[in-house]
Protein backbone atom coordinates (compact mmCIF):
# COMPACT_ATOMS: atom_id res chain seq x y z
CA UNK A 1 0.00 0.00 0.00
CA UNK A 2 1.41 3.26 -1.03
CA UNK A 3 0.56 6.76 0.02
CA UNK A 4 1.92 9.60 -2.33
CA UNK A 5 2.51 12.73 -1.42
CA UNK A 6 3.29 15.73 -3.21
CA UNK A 7 3.67 19.64 -3.20
CA UNK A 8 5.97 20.66 -0.69
CA UNK A 9 8.32 23.44 -1.60
CA UNK A 10 10.03 26.84 -0.45
CA UNK A 11 7.50 29.54 -0.38
CA UNK A 12 8.02 33.03 1.51
CA UNK A 13 5.56 34.00 4.33
CA UNK A 14 2.15 35.27 3.09
CA UNK A 15 2.47 32.58 0.35
CA UNK A 16 0.29 29.68 -0.32
CA UNK A 17 0.83 25.60 -0.88
CA UNK A 18 -0.92 22.79 -1.70
CA UNK A 19 0.07 19.40 -0.69
CA UNK A 20 -1.28 16.10 -2.23
CA UNK A 21 -1.34 12.92 -1.22
CA UNK A 22 -3.27 9.74 -3.30
CA UNK A 23 -3.70 6.23 -1.50
CA UNK A 24 -3.49 3.25 -3.71
CA UNK A 25 -2.54 -0.30 -3.44
CA UNK A 26 -4.31 -2.89 -0.83
CA UNK A 27 -2.79 -5.61 1.08
CA UNK A 28 -4.69 -8.73 -0.13
CA UNK A 29 -4.85 -7.89 -4.08
CA UNK A 30 -8.65 -7.28 -3.68
CA UNK A 31 -11.04 -4.45 -3.36
CA UNK A 32 -12.14 -4.95 0.01
CA UNK A 33 -10.67 -1.54 1.31
CA UNK A 34 -12.53 1.66 2.44
CA UNK A 35 -10.41 4.30 3.40
CA UNK A 36 -12.07 6.22 6.40
CA UNK A 37 -10.23 9.26 8.38
CA UNK A 38 -7.43 10.92 6.27
CA UNK A 39 -5.18 13.34 7.67
CA UNK A 40 -2.39 15.44 7.51
CA UNK A 41 0.57 15.70 10.71
CA UNK A 42 3.97 17.92 10.03
CA UNK A 43 6.73 17.74 12.24
CA UNK A 44 10.30 19.48 12.82
CA UNK A 45 13.35 18.36 14.71
CA UNK A 46 13.28 17.84 18.44
CA UNK A 47 9.59 17.88 18.60
CA UNK A 48 6.82 15.69 18.29
CA UNK A 49 4.84 14.72 15.19
CA UNK A 50 1.19 16.72 15.12
CA UNK A 51 -2.09 16.89 13.70
CA UNK A 52 -2.17 19.55 11.18
CA UNK A 53 -5.86 18.63 9.99
CA UNK A 54 -8.34 15.64 9.49
CA UNK A 55 -11.14 14.84 7.15
CA UNK A 56 -13.48 11.86 7.62
CA UNK A 57 -15.06 9.84 4.56
CA UNK A 58 -18.51 12.14 5.14
CA UNK A 59 -16.31 15.45 5.11
CA UNK A 60 -16.29 16.08 8.15
CA UNK A 61 -12.97 18.66 9.74
CA UNK A 62 -10.84 19.57 12.21
CA UNK A 63 -7.66 21.50 12.62
CA UNK A 64 -5.38 22.61 14.84
CA UNK A 65 -5.67 25.96 16.54
CA UNK A 66 -2.81 27.09 15.06
CA UNK A 67 -3.63 26.54 11.27
CA UNK A 68 -7.82 27.28 11.63
CA UNK A 69 -8.72 29.95 8.93
CA UNK A 70 -5.42 29.59 7.25
CA UNK A 71 -5.22 25.71 5.99
CA UNK A 72 -8.27 23.66 4.13
CA UNK A 73 -8.31 20.04 4.04
CA UNK A 74 -10.22 18.34 1.36
CA UNK A 75 -10.62 14.80 -0.46
CA UNK A 76 -11.79 13.16 -3.47
CA UNK A 77 -12.99 9.75 -2.33
CA UNK A 78 -13.20 7.81 -6.13
CA UNK A 79 -9.71 8.77 -5.92
CA UNK A 80 -8.35 8.44 -1.95
CA UNK A 81 -7.13 11.37 -2.26
CA UNK A 82 -5.88 14.32 0.12
CA UNK A 83 -5.47 17.64 0.21
CA UNK A 84 -4.40 20.76 1.79
CA UNK A 85 -4.48 23.75 0.71
CA UNK A 86 -1.84 25.99 2.99
CA UNK A 87 -2.81 29.87 2.47
CA UNK A 88 -0.93 32.74 4.99
CA UNK A 89 1.88 30.77 5.74
CA UNK A 90 4.40 31.50 8.17
CA UNK A 91 7.71 30.74 9.11
CA UNK A 92 6.39 28.84 12.02
CA UNK A 93 4.28 26.12 9.60
CA UNK A 94 7.73 24.74 8.45
CA UNK A 95 8.25 21.01 8.90
CA UNK A 96 8.02 17.76 7.29
CA UNK A 97 4.36 17.01 6.48
CA UNK A 98 2.77 13.46 6.51
CA UNK A 99 -0.16 12.31 5.31
CA UNK A 100 -2.08 9.25 6.72
CA UNK A 101 -5.14 6.69 5.46
CA UNK A 102 -6.83 5.06 8.15
CA UNK A 103 -8.39 1.61 6.15
CA UNK A 104 -10.39 -1.45 6.80
CA UNK A 105 -9.81 -3.93 4.16
CA UNK A 106 -11.32 -7.49 4.52
CA UNK A 107 -9.15 -10.82 4.22
CA UNK A 108 -9.89 -13.51 1.55
CA UNK A 109 -11.66 -15.66 4.40
CA UNK A 110 -13.78 -12.54 5.84
CA UNK A 111 -11.68 -11.02 8.71
CA UNK A 112 -11.12 -7.00 8.81
CA UNK A 113 -7.95 -5.51 8.97
CA UNK A 114 -8.12 -2.11 9.92
CA UNK A 115 -4.89 0.09 9.86
CA UNK A 116 -3.20 3.32 9.40
CA UNK A 117 -0.86 3.89 6.23
CA UNK A 118 1.69 7.38 6.17
CA UNK A 119 3.07 8.89 3.17
CA UNK A 120 7.25 9.49 3.26
CA UNK A 121 6.59 13.20 3.95
CA UNK A 122 6.75 16.55 2.16
CA UNK A 123 9.20 19.05 3.18
CA UNK A 124 7.75 22.88 3.54
CA UNK A 125 9.80 25.51 3.86
CA UNK A 126 8.12 29.01 4.55
CA UNK A 127 11.26 31.88 4.40
CA UNK A 128 10.43 35.56 6.32
Known amino acids: VQLQASGGGLVQAGGSLRLSCAASGSIFGRNTRSVNDMAWYRQTPGKQRELVAKITSGGSTNYADSVKGRFTISRDNAKNTVYLQMNMLEPEDTAVYYC??????????????????WGQGTQVTVSS
Open 100 to 117: TADYIEYSPSGEPVVGRD
